[in-house]
């Protein structure tokens, strides 16, 4: 079964650029996690998605935001983009049956975000 | 309000060595912890996960973790370490208590092993 994919691995963009990053879960799991991994904070929980809803989300300005399709495919997009959102964005999918998944979040290789 | 906090941003350890990692963690609900390692340039594996079942935890590549909650520590062991287990590793608290999709990870710990 293929894993979590995520497209593009790399990008390059400028400040006051948007980008639109995606994930595609591996097949079967309806949960898509969203975490942003830089040096200085770590790994930061962006936001979750269940059957094209998002059902939680972290402390992120609203310049980040994501949608899920029917297909449990998953994107995310940062608009007005500023150097501090240079960062490792990964993914990560989940089988989940209903309100909480106790099942294990497999990530993506990530793509790493390069704001210049 | 939950948090992690991982001791030691860098770990150096001799192949054969025991392998120490170290977690505490702040929950206002009983926990759901993990470890998960990160391999450069790749996303993170999990290595093991506590659920409020067994308190002493086997996880994959001979990793174990006690939840310990007078301590509120969950730190991770192996008792011989591999070259291969160089690598970074996370600790984790599920956010409210269940789900696994709001994880709150500690800052990591690098490891490193020598020859």
């Known amino acids: 079964k293929a894993g979590v994919t995520q497209t593009p691995r790399y990008l390059i963009k400028t400040r006051g650029q948007q980008v639109t990053l995606s994930c595609s879960p591996i097949s079967g799991h309806r949960s898509v996690s969203w975490y942003q991994q830089t040096p200085g904070q770590g790994l930061q929980f962006l936001f979750e998605y269940f059957s094209e809803t998002q059902r939680n989300k972290g402390n992120f300005p609203g310049r980040f935001s994501g949608r899920q399709f029917s297909n449990s495919r998953s994107e995310m997009n940062v608009s007005t983009l500023e150097l501090g959102d240079s960062a490792l964005y990964l993914c990560?999918?989940?089988?989940?049956?209903?309100?909480?998944?106790?099942?294990?979040?497999?990530f993506g290789p990530g793509t790493r975000l390069t704001v210049l | 309000a939950q948090s992690v906090t991982q001791l030691g941003s860098h770990v150096s350890v001799s192949e054969g060595a025991l392998v120490l990692l170290r977690c505490n963690y702040s929950s206002s609900v009983p926990p759901y912890l993990f470890w998960y390692v990160q391999y450069p340039n790749q996303g993170l594996q999990l290595l093991l996960k506590?659920?409020?079942?067994?308190?002493l935890v086997k996880g994959i590549n001979g990793f174990e973790a006690e939840f310990k909650k007078s301590e509120t520590s969950f730190h991770l062991t192996k008792p011989s370490a591999h070259m291969s287990d160089a690598a970074e590793y996370f600790c984790a608290v599920s956010r409210y208590g269940g789900s696994q999709g709001n994880l709150i990870f500690g800052k990591g710990t690098k490891l490193s092993v020598k020859p």
């Open positions: 990560a999918s989940s089988l989940t049956t209903g309100e909480v998944s106790y099942n294990e979040q497999f």
């Open positions: 506590y659920t409020s079942a067994a308190t």
